[in-house]
């Protein structure tokens, strides 16, 4: 078993509607926990950072943790075509150099 | 701010041959990562450098794989010989400090050994 679990997807998803994206982990320890979208031919670039449980709001875009249940989440509220990417969760413990990977997950929003 | 730069975008090869990659971080930062991406394996840390020292090169595949950081503004990834099987993405990222500031990536080399 992976320690970070990730849906590649594609998840497909009319323009305005509101994207659910989920990972599950396994090492009660991560207490960092991160969103990365990454678009065809481009690298990673960070989207939310949340530190422990709770949730945290930028713009569109809103990052879950729930440490009970190990399992993190990403909505996105109105969706936009160009919201259409590679989106990555990525966690660690105490370092970034640690930081464990999921697999990614497609999205496409259909206009 | 320029980001982290990297090159060549493409690199095509032929089994055996030496290929180098080549970073140049963000000013200031002073951590510095290479990684992989495959479509099987994802994202795989290669080898991560603080400060111009390498930390940690347990991700390095083989032998065949070194990476150097002569200064704080360049790093370089070499392959010797290459293989089919090297063929992936490779990222450069760098980030401000140890700790856990985010990481900033390049926009990749895409490698190819035929």
């Known amino acids: 078993q992976k320690e970070v679990e990730q849906d590649p997807g594609p998840l497909s998803v009319p323009e305005g509607a509101i994207v659910s994206l989920n990972c599950t982990y396994s090492n009660s320890a991560f207490q960092y926990f991160m969103w990365y979208r990454q678009y065809s031919r481009k690298g990673p670039e960070l989207l939310m950072y949340t530190y422990s449980s709770g949730n945290k709001e930028d713009g569109r875009f809103t990052a879950q943790v729930d440490k009970s249940s190990k399992y993190i989440s990403l909505f996105i509220r109105d969706s936009q075509p160009s919201d259409s990417a590679t989106y990555l969760c990525?966690?660690?413990?105490?370092?970034?150099?640690?930081?464990?990977w999921g697999a990614g997950t497609k999205l496409i929003i259909k206009p | 701010d320029a980001g982290v730069i990297q090159s060549p975008r493409h690199e095509v090869t032929e089994m055996g041959q030496e290929v180098t990659l080549r970073c140049k971080p963000i000013s200031g930062h002073n951590s510095l990562f290479w990684y992989r991406q495959t479509m099987m394996r994802g994202l795989e840390l290669l080898i991560y450098f603080n400060n111009n020292v390498p930390i940690d090169d347990s991700g390095m595949p083989e032998d065949r794989f070194s990476a150097k950081m002569p200064n704080a503004s360049f790093s370089t990834l070499k392959i010797q010989p290459s293989e089919p099987r090297d063929s992936a993405v490779y990222f450069c990222?760098?980030?401000?400090?140890?700790?856990?500031?985010?990481?900033?990536f390049g926009n990749g080399t895409r490698l190819t050994v035929t």
């Open positions: 990222a760098s980030s401000a400090e140890t700790g856990n500031s985010p990481l900033h």
């Open positions: 990525a966690m660690s413990r105490d370092s970034n150099y640690q930081l464990i």
